[in-house]
């Protein structure tokens, strides 16, 4: 069975410095990858994806993700995080290459004036 | 540009009740999703459906139904309520190998 790990309940940054949401996954064959944001009260608004291709993913607002086979890891980054980021973060796997996504637990992320 | 519409955005039930909760995809999706996230949890998927067939089914308990209609809306009947059932219902579009785009939710909750 897949399975996505986000070690980090939460995590602080000040605004301004790097951001790095970390994701970890487990499943067999090559999976699709995925990072969500949610926002309170609201729904997940796609950032960016992996399938094949380049290791480096560039999404939406400035995030890009690094994709490392070897790790079986999916790392969120952000070179400068702003106050607005603040939400928060799912990594998703599937397994399939369609739509029905495992989840991880999420990561709050606070930046900080 | 068009989104993921979810009606209504808000539910509240008695246990033992039925709900419906529907979805309308962005225009020309031809696959729904939905996904049911608990409090404090992430989503779960519990079932899709492609050009009104169920295409795939998860975590979907025997008292939800759901289906597809003609002009592709979808609706999620959930009868017998249970406290447990209180969660936040996701329904999410897309085209064939492309990523899901994602309503913003209605949040149930089962008095």
């Known amino acids: 069975a897949q399975s996505v790990a986000q070690p980090e309940d939460q995590v602080n940054v000040a605004e301004g410095n790097p951001l790095t949401v970390k994701c970890t996954y487990s499943v067999s064959g090559n999976p699709y990858l995925f990072w969500y944001v949610q926002y309170p009260n609201r729904g997940l608004q796609f950032l960016l994806k992996y399938i094949t291709g380049d290791n480096l993913v560039k999404g939406s607002y400035g995030f890009e993700a690094e994709f490392n086979k070897s790790q079986t890891s999916f790392h969120l980054k952000k070179p400068s995080a702003l106050v607005s980021d603040s939400a928060l973060y799912f990594c998703a796997v599937s397994p399939l290459g369609n739509n029905r996504l495992a989840f991880g637990k999420g990561n709050q992320v606070v930046v900080i004036p | 540009a068009a989104g993921v519409i979810q009606s209504p955005r808000h539910l509240i039930k008695e246990k033992r009740e039925t709900a419906t909760l529907k979805c309308y995809p962005i225009?020309?999706?031809?696959?729904v999703y939905w996904y049911q996230q608990g409090p404090g949890q992430d989503p779960q998927f519990l079932i899709s459906f492609y050009e009104k067939m169920q295409s795939d089914k998860g975590s979907i308990p025997d008292r939800f139904s759901a289906q597809q209609f003609s002009d592709y809306h979808s609706e999620l009947n959930m009868s017998s309520l249970e406290l447990g059932d209180s969660a936040l219902y996701f329904c999410?579009?897309?085209?064939?190998?492309?990523?899901?785009?994602f309503g913003q939710g209605t949040r149930l909750t089962v008095v």
């Open positions: 999410a579009s897309s085209l064939v190998d492309t990523e899901a785009f």
């Open positions: 225009p020309r999706h031809d696959t």
